[in-house]
Each structure stands twice: as structure tokens, then as C-alpha cells.
């Protein structure tokens, strides 16, 4: 058992996105445990809101409901508990356009 390190996301790092509607999914190298979970989303304006999860379609995969998003900026801050009991952190700016 070890961290869970980020694998794969959409979006990815630092990749533009065509808005509004976007979906959020990401895939770990290890099961994570998806209700002590979370994602946050910052704002251009630098707020910052908790997405909703949706139910998780695979152990090692973590994702949210769709939103709407205006074009700008973005950061997606991940927060995971994997399967041997550590947190791990990130985050995924990328833009929409
Ligand atoms: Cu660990």
C-alpha cells in the first residue's frame, strides 16, 4: 500500500478547456477512499468552492458532478486519503475558454 499519487485528470495540468459545462475526473495509482475525499475549485476571483462528488466509478478514481464555468482561469485542488491511511495533496490549474 502506498500514497496515492495522481495518475491521470481531466482536465489536465495546465490544459485549456472549451466551457461551459466541464467535468471533473481523476485517477489515482492507488485505491483512494472517496466519501473522506475532497476537491475544491478556485476561482479567477480566487474564491474557492467545494465540488460535489459524484459516486465513484472505479477505486482508484476520484470525481465530481459537472458545472458550469465562465471563461478564465482556474485551479482544481485535490485532497485524497488513500488506502493505507495517508492524505495526499495537489493541485490542477487550467484554464477555460
Ligand atoms: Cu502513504
Redesign the pocket.
Known amino acids: ?3 496515492a499519487v495522481l495518475v491521470v485528470s481531466t482536465p489536465s495540468a495546465h490544459a485549456t478547456v472549451k466551457g461551459p459545462e466541464m467535468t471533473v475526473h481523476l485517477k489515482f495509482n492507488s485505491r483512494i477512499d472517496g466519501t473522506r475525499s475532497r476537491l475544491y475549485l478556485v476561482e479567477p476571483s480566487g474564491q474557492v468552492r467545494m465540488l460535489t462528488l459524484a459516486p465513484q466509478d472505479a477505486a482508484d478514481s476520484l470525481a465530481a458532478e459537472s458545472v458550469k464555468l465562465s471563461a478564465g482561469e482556474y485551479t482544481i485542488r485535490w485532497q485524497v486519503l ?1 488506502a ?3 492524505i495526499t495533496r495537489g493541485e490542477i490549474p487550467f484554464v477555460v475558454q
Open positions: 500500500m502506498a500514497h488513500a493505507d491511511g495517508h
